[in-house]
C-alpha cells in the first residue's frame, strides 16, 4: 500500500518564521529542504523525494526535539525559499 504525499507549492506559500527559525541554512541547503511550517508541535519539512524520509526525519528529529512530517516540492522551489528565507545567513 502507497501513501500520498501531500505537495506544497512554495511559489504560493511563504514559511513560517518560527518554521525556518528551527534548522540553518546550511543544514537545509545540505539535505535539500525547506521547513514550512509548525502545527500541533510538528515541523512540516518540504523535500522533493519524501518517501525517502525516513533516515532524514530521524536526523531532524533529533535536531530539533519534534516530531517530522513531509510534504513534496520541487527542487527549484525549495532553492527559491531557502534563498528568500535565509538570505546569505550561513
Same mark, same amino acid.
Given at each position: %500500500?502507497?501513501? /500520498?504525499?501531500?505537495? /506544497? *507549492? =512554495?511559489? @504560493? $506559500? ?7 527559525? =528551527?534548522?540553518?541554512?546550511? =543544514? ?5 529542504? !525547506? #521547513? ?10 518540504? %523535500? !522533493? &523525494? #519524501?518517501? @525517502? ?6 536526523? =531532524?528529529?533529533?535536531?530539533?526535539? %519534534? @516530531?517530522?512530517? /513531509? ?5 527549484? &522551489?525549495?532553492? &527559491?525559499?531557502? @534563498?528568500?528565507? $535565509?538570505? *546569505?545567513?550561513?
Amino acid at each position: %500500500m502507497r501513501f /500520498v504525499v501531500p505537495s /506544497v *507549492d =512554495l511559489t @504560493k $506559500y511563504r514559511p513560517a518564521l518560527s518554521a525556518t527559525k =528551527l534548522l540553518t541554512k546550511q =543544514l537545509c541547503e545540505q539535505r535539500g529542504i !525547506v #521547513p514550512v511550517s509548525i502545527a500541533r508541535g510538528v515541523l512540516i519539512v518540504a %523535500m !522533493v &523525494e #519524501p518517501e @525517502k524520509a525516513d533516515a532524514l526525519r530521524s536526523e =531532524l528529529e533529533i535536531f530539533t526535539g %519534534m @516530531k517530522i512530517e /513531509v510534504v513534496r516540492a520541487s527542487a527549484e &522551489e525549495i532553492a &527559491e525559499t531557502i @534563498k528568500s528565507c $535565509y538570505g *546569505d545567513v550561513s
